[in-house]
């Protein structure tokens, strides 16, 4: 199964996809997000996203600034106050 993730900054939907894998630079560090990922919520830093798009993969890098990344029964979705 796969993760779907979202990727949104306030000019538009920057990305929606599913993958295997986001790591998210959250306020109080990095952290990993899978399928079936209980639910969470937590403020993002100025840092890089990397996603993972299968198991092994090498992940592609995405600079963000600010935001909120909120995780449920979706899936990810990450608010970014800037990306890319």
Not at 1 to 9: R, S
Not at 49 to 61: C, D, K, V, Y
Request: hydrophobic letters at 45%; a negative charge.
């Amino acid at each position: 199964m796969a993760l779907h993730f979202e990727l949104v900054t306030p000019e538009k939907l920057f990305r929606s996809e599913d993958v295997y894998q986001v790591v998210v630079p959250g306020a109080d560090g990095d952290f990993g997000v899978l399928e079936g990922h209980a639910p969470f919520m937590s403020t993002v830093r100025d840092g890089a996203l990397q996603i993972f798009r299968s198991a092994g993969a090498a992940p592609e890098i995405i600079p963000v600034q600010g935001g909120f990344a909120e995780v449920n029964e979706k899936g990810l979705t990450v608010l970014a106050e800037k990306a890319g």
